[in-house]
């Protein structure tokens, strides 16, 4: 790699790259140090004029990323050096930097980064065919097959790709689809973060920054929006001067390149890194040399400015009506013939998609604070309350959740005005909408963190969760308004930045060359706070900007987008809202209580402050740590925990001393001992020390006496199920059952048969039928679920035994076979009959009864 760079930027290359750098920076120098004066006239002059704007119904946090981090995980990169796939443990601070560590264990250390992406100026892709698309624009002019193999190869279907155009691209992969959903989002964050802009909260230095750069690139023919405007002041003169140097760099280095394509386009890349951090070193140095310059002469001229403030603002005005009267033929020819036919259509191709992302908003903001109230509801104690808001107080910043609502603004389609109004592409516009959507999210969700945080004292149960759902009724219809203002100042500012562009691209062949005439009318001491340029940008704006307002107000009173009108102003509608506190509430130690404290520790404390939830992904080896976390004692559910009643209701304890059930009805008995079971049936014990199955009687002690049998039904929790042995065959133990029942049934029939030809059989009879009534009726009090008859079924014979009219007893004999048929009948009409059982197999067995009998 050092080979390549060395051979191809030599030193002659590199002072040709020092020069063009200093080049540029001393002409961006002089429009810089123009626009810093004009910047510090603005500046004063709305100090002391003073100008109000448009009241805000939500509160705005001063620093919502306090202390936070956006998300943390591992994945896998390919290391350009030993051309390898590595395990690398990514963190996104508040910075929205990422800061890549050998490991999870070296970044809780505190070990220092293997390095770190700042993501300004990249974009995030997940396809190989999309970079290769990229990859092969870069090199034009080189014949590149469509089928070519890259010279990256992605070892798993989901890659992360972090391109570029001018610095070095960073490869990721990871094993699933949710993962690579994830920190695609999360990269798009960082990427849209970085590319936000400069500190609005520089007053003069901002300002005059961005209006340098403007009219810099206008006077090289560069008009409308750049999509390189990315980053902090370093990182845009960089691609400032990479726009220009990049193009003369590639014609006399890549011809020169040897090898196949994918080796010659790895090699370009690395060329074009080099060249990257070297322009950006110098520019770093040289703009910080000139801010500070600039800044040593900002206090003689505010002492100018303040005590001159009146002359300048007079002459300023005489100035500008001088350039109104000649420029405004021109500027009212273009608007009536170029302007005005498109404003209508393009404010409606920038409507549809920002006020579907804004309603998007408000759509997870109402799921999420309706989710809150129901938690409360369920539980309203501090600890819980501050619970659920230390979740949804981050919702703004969660990319993952907000992804959808950024995703109805990637189909802003400007594709028939960039060719036209010089409209590089609409990316620009994209990414402002979506931190305004950001932005709006958050100011919704602190105004509801203070409304509640206000509320918690003397508020319990029922009233606090009417208090919350006030409260979510207040935020919602603040957010209303609020938004409305928004989209409608993103509709000007983007029409603005649209036409202003084209329209001075129109009117400069005609008026620029009769502009420097008006600088004679300028006092010289008032030179530097008063530019011809600037006055021409503003008249030319003055003079557009009311055809755009009335589309916008026509939108709003036509109540299109859910727009509001100007006149509705709910000024001071909630006086005391501004007087509640600053600061961010932390919810997790002020009503955390004994959870946070668990979690002591800086990383614990990091992990807990993280925005966006790990992934728990199944079956993945503990050695890749993408985005898994181990939760803590609180966070394990309970092995129940989750489950529906129904399903509660299906997984039917396990009784330890009753036997398994069958799924099928017993068929009829085939032997004795199967009917001796079904009259007398026993139950089967399994111990729980594994030992050898008994007959299923209980052991008794001397002296002890069986007297009733019961069978009891006990509800054992499923966290101890009694395991039985597995190396036992089910089908076995089931035929096994089914043969004892049936032979304990039969012997006890024959016992019977047999008691009753020994004794006299009338007098049996009368004392069985008396004893059997007294047995039935006093078993049929006992029945209940959880109580069951220990013969195991009730004779039909039993069954309406007040309806059978009472036969005398005679003197008749009784035949013995006769009354054995009677009794095993009984028996046989008493037990649930298998309809599959054959019948022949029946008779048989009635057959070795009688034998046994006579």
């Known amino acids: 790699m050092g080979d390549v760079i060395s051979s191809n930027l030599d030193e002659g290359k590199r002072e040709m790259i020092t020069g063009r750098t200093r080049a540029v920076m001393s002409e961006f120098g002089r429009f810089y140090e123009q626009q810093y004066a004009v910047a510090l006239f603005n500046s004063v002059r709305y100090e002391l004029e003073g100008g109000g704007n448009t009241q805000t119904q939500l509160l705005h946090r001063k620093d919502p990323l306090k202390n936070k981090s956006i998300f943390s995980g591992g994945l896998f990169q390919y290391l350009e050096e030993s051309k390898k796939w590595r395990s690398r443990f990514l963190y996104v601070g508040d910075s929205y930097n990422i800061s890549l560590y050998e490991s999870k264990a070296a970044h809780d250390r505190g070990l220092h980064s293997k390095g770190v992406i700042n993501c300004a100026g990249y974009r995030a892709l997940t396809s190989m065919e999309e970079y290769l698309g990229l990859l092969n624009n870069s090199l034009s002019d080189t014949k590149a097959k469509a089928t070519s193999a890259p010279f990256l190869k992605c070892p798993t279907q989901f890659p992360l790709i972090l391109w570029h155009p001018y610095a070095r691209h960073h490869y990721f992969c990871v094993m699933t689809e949710k993962e690579q959903k994830k920190w695609h989002a999360v990269f798009q964050d960082c990427v849209r973060h970085s590319n936000n802009g400069l500190s609005e909260d520089c007053k003069v230095a901002t300002p005059a920054f961005t209006d340098a750069l403007r009219l810099y690139r206008q006077a090289k023919g560069h008009y409308g929006t750049w999509d390189m405007m990315c980053g902090n002041q370093a990182q845009i003169l960089a691609n400032l001067v990479m726009e220009t140097l990049h193009p003369e760099l590639k014609n006399l280095i890549v011809p020169r390149l040897k ?229 409608k100042k993103f509709f000007r500012e983007a029409l603005l930045q649209i036409i202003i562009p084209y329209m001075l691209k129109q009117l400069a062949p005609s008026c620029s060359q009769d502009l420097p005439k008006f600088r004679e009318l300028i006092f010289e001491d008032f030179s530097r706070f008063i530019l011809v340029e600037n006055i021409f940008e503003e008249v030319v704006l003055q003079s557009v900007s009311k055809d755009i307002m009335m589309a916008v107000k026509e939108a709003a009173v036509q109540r299109r987008h859910n727009l509001y009108r100007d006149s509705m102003v709910l000024t001071n509608s909630d006086p005391n809202l501004h007087l509640l506190g600053e600061d961010t509430i932390d919810w997790a130690n002020q009503f955390g209580g004994v959870k946070g404290e668990r979690q002591g520790g800086e990383a614990a404390n990091r992990k807990r402050k993280q925005i966006v939830s790990m992934i728990q992904l199944d079956g993945m080896p503990l050695l890749y740590e993408s985005c898994q976390e181990v ?224």
């Open 259 to 487: 090898g196949k394509l994918q080796q010659r386009q790895k090699d370009w890349m690395l060329i074009s890194d080099a060249v990257y951090r070297q322009v950006l070193s110098q520019t770093k140095t040289q703009h910080e040399a000139l801010a500070q310059v600039c800044e040593v002469e900002r206090p003689p001229l505010d002492s100018a400015l303040r005590t001159n403030m009146d002359q300048i603002i007079t002459s300023k005005e005489h100035i500008s009506g001088k350039i109104r009267a000649f420029v405004l033929p021109h500027v009212e020819q273009l608007v009536r013939s170029k302007v005005q036919p498109y404003i209508h259509s393009i404010l409606e191709a920038l409507m549809e998609p920002t006020s579907r992302g804004f309603s998007e908003v408000r759509d997870i903001l109402f799921r999420e604070l309706v989710e809150v109230s129901k938690n409360t509801m369920n539980e309203s104690s501090s600890e819980k309350v501050g619970e659920h808001m230390e979740k949804i107080s981050m919702l703004a910043f969660h990319p993952v959740k907000m992804q959808s609502c950024y995703e109805k603004m990637e189909a802003l389609n400007l594709e028939g005005l960039q060719q036209r109004c010089d409209v590089s592409s609409p990316s620009v516009f994209i990414q402002r909408a979506q931190i305004l959507m950001r932005q709006q999210m958050d100011n919704a969700v602190y105004t509801f963190e203070q409304l509640v945080h206000q509320s918690l004292d003397g508020h319990s149960g029922e009233d606090f969760c009417k208090t919350i759902q006030r409260c979510q009724d207040r935020v919602l219809k603040k957010y209303d308004y609020d938004s409305s203002t928004v989209r």
């Open 631 to 854: 939760p803590g004692v609180e966070g394990i559910p309970e092995e129940n925990e989750g489950q529906t009643e129904q399903d509660l209701e299906t997984e039917k304890p396990v009784n330890p001393i009753q036997h398994v059930p069958f799924e099928k009805e017993p068929g009829s008995p085939d032997s004795i001992n199967e009917i001796r079971d079904l009259i007398n049936p026993v139950l089967e014990v399994i111990e729980k020390d594994g030992s050898q199955l008994t007959n299923g009687m209980l052991p008794l002690e001397e002296g002890d006496e069986v007297k009733q049998i019961i069978m009891v039904t006990e509800i054992v929790p499923k966290e101890s199920p009694i395991k039985v042995d597995e190396e036992l065959d089910t089908a076995q133990i089931k035929r096994s059952l089914e043969e004892e029942q049936c032979v304990s049934a039969i012997e006890s029939a024959i016992q019977q048969i047999e008691i009753a030809i020994q004794e006299d059989p009338s007098e049996n009879l009368s004392e069985g039928a008396i004893d059997s009534d007294g047995e039935f009726a006093q078993t049929s009090t006992n029945s209940s679920p959880l109580h069951h008859d220990d013969s195991g079924f009730q004779s039909p014979a039993n069954e309406n035994v007040e309806e059978v009219e009472p036969q005398p007893i005679t003197d008749e004999v009784v035949d013995t076979e006769q009354v054995m048929l009677t009794l095993v009948e009984g028996v046989k009409s008493s037990i649930d009959l298998d309809a599959e059982a054959p019948s022949d197999a029946s008779e048989k067995k009635s057959e070795e009864i009688k034998h046994f009998l006579n």
